[in-house]
Structures are given as C-alpha cells and as structure tokens.
C-alpha cells in the first residue's frame, strides 16, 4: 500500500461517520507499505497490510474464501485476457476498456474504479488523473494487479482447453505511470474514503453483482466531488435472485419501483429521481460496449454492457 494512501482512507465499519485510520508500519520499502495494519480509534478494529496489500473490509470476519470463483486460477486466468487481450497480441480480444477509458476527460484529481478486477481500467486511468485508484473484493485480482505494477510483467498459465494450459507474458507499456496508482481490497457497499475526494468514480459491471445495488450508487456519489466531477457505470444488468432480491433491483422488473429496463432506470436516479442521488448529475451519454470472457480457447461469452456517463 502507498503511504500516500494513509491520508484518504477511513474506516469502513463506522460509515456514514467519517473516521480516519491510524497507519503502523511493520515493514516499508520506499513510499510502499508492505505489512502493518490501519487502525480505527473509534470502533478499536486493525485492517490490515499484507504483502502490500491493504484489506478494507467492514466484516471483521472476512477472510479469503477458496471456494470463491473470483480466487480461482481459471478464473483469473479469464479476467486477465479480458484486460489484457491486446498486450497478448490476441485477434479475438475486444477493446472494451480502452473503450470505457475514452468516456473519461482528462482532468486533475484522483480516479476510483469500483471492482477493477485485475485492473485495466485503473492503469489507463493515470493518463487521465493525478493519481488512480482500483479495488476488488478478490485477493487474488488485487495481488495480481500489483504484481504487475511492481514488476512491469507478469506470467500466469492461459486455460487452452481442460487442463490445458500455456505460460504467457503480459508486460506493461512504458506509458503508463505506475507509480501514480495504488490497489487495494474493499466492498464496494461499504467504499473506505471520505466523501467528495475522487474527480472520476467508474463502476464497470459491478452494479448488478452487488446485494443492495441502490446502496453502491449511492456510495459512488457520496465519494465523488461537487463540482467538476465525473462518474460512469455499464453493466450488463443482468439481475439474478442469487444476488440481490428482486426488490432492490434496479431493473428488470414489471411491477414495483424501477419497473423497465436498469440502464434507463440508473440514468434517471443520477439525475435526481425521487431525490435518491443529491446533488443530481447530468447525463451527458449512453450507449454500449462489448467485451467478452475467455474460458477457454474454443470457449468465450460476449457480453454487452451498457453505460451512462455524467458529470456535475
């Protein structure tokens, strides 16, 4: 965790009250924190630092499930072809996230993406901000998406079919400011910064993995400025029961609030409906990008996820 960090992160347990955290170091290279912990004076509760790797989560119970899909190899193996397709010199990779970076104006200030995964769109976000910033619930996402900054490269095994595996290579383009970005574990319901201090917010296919999708909404807008800010979100909405009830969705439903589709729906709350996101943004696009997930060689699923952009 970069030292720069310690000033903006806050306690997640004690939201909507803002407390900040107390850094002790037990070991450091550079501006990076390699282990210690983040201490709540407050509530009393230790987060820790691991490996570089800051845990903020509000569970004090929470620990890395290996049952969970989103630590397994296959599946990181996945989401890093999906970023990083093009960097393996692969004709069937779509360029979503370049895509989605287009839809953001350079300006001064520091951007947040919500559930970055392996953190595509948080790298290229350091052309456009002072400082980017990327977290995930995934462990193994966020040491992997370290791992290449501190490194400039990285190695992993390509599912080609079954157990079949081959070791490829991504390398990070000189371009990018590595040093100008950061990554942690956090949930996206319960975000460890303080109100208004991101310029840029992202939140790419997270909305309709969450339990309370009009909580993490409303978690975006707390953390993002007042004024000359920007915020987007595409998802898929793809609304499951297994995720949230079908009450707190967004979308998708012909009966109850938010009857009709998510991406109409997530347009007018930012615009002030029923007052829910204050102050209100102004939409100023919506459209589609495509992306896909690689399971295997012979294997892929083409999703079509849609945004909203706006400012204020």
């Known amino acids: 965790m970069k030292k720069i960090l310690k000033e903006l992160l806050i306690c997640p347990f004690c939201l909507p009250e803002e407390i900040p955290l107390k850094l002790e170091i037990k070991r450091e290279e550079a501006e990076d924190v390699i282990s210690g912990f983040l201490n709540c004076k407050k509530c009393g509760k230790n987060y820790i630092i691991d490996d570089g790797i ?47 970076v287009k839809l953001m104006q350079k300006s001064k200030g520091i951007s947040l993406d919500i559930g970055c995964a392996v953190g595509r769109f948080t790298l290229e976000m350091t052309e456009k ?29 390509l599912t080609e079919e079954g ?60 953390v993002s400025a007042l004024r000359e800010s920007q915020i987007l979100i595409s998802d898929p909405f793809s609304w499951s029961e297994e995720v949230a009830d079908i009450r707190e969705w967004l979308g998708g439903k012909t009966e109850g609030e938010f009857i009709g589709f998510g991406h109409d729906n997530v347009a007018k709350i930012l615009e002030g409906y029923r007052n829910y996101i204050n102050p209100p943004w102004k939409v100023t696009d919506k459209g589609k990008v495509s992306w896909k997930i690689r399971n295997h060689r012979n294997h892929s699923e083409l999703i079509k996820s849609l945004y909203v952009k706006a400012i204020r």
């Open 54 to 100: 800051a845990i903020l989560i509000k569970d004090s119970n929470f620990s890395l499930d290996r049952n969970n899909k989103y630590e397994k190899p296959k599946v990181l193996s996945s989401y890093l072809w999906s970023h990083y397709g093009d960097w393996l010199n692969d004709m069937e990779w779509l360029p979503a996230y370049p895509e989605w």
């Open 129 to 157: 901000s002072d400082f980017s910033i990327g977290f995930d619930l995934s462990l193994s996402f966020i040491k992997t998406a370290r791992e290449l900054i501190k490194k400039g490269n990285i190695t992993f095994e």
């Open 163 to 222: 157990n079949i595996t081959s070791t490829v290579e991504i390398k990070l383009p000189e371009q990018i400011k590595h040093n100008n970005l950061d990554f942690i574990v956090a949930d996206a319901l319960n975000i460890p910064f303080p109100k208004g201090i991101f310029t840029k917010v992202a939140s790419l296919n997270v909305l309709d993995k969450v339990t309370y999708p009009m909580r993490h909404l409303k978690e975006m807008n707390r």
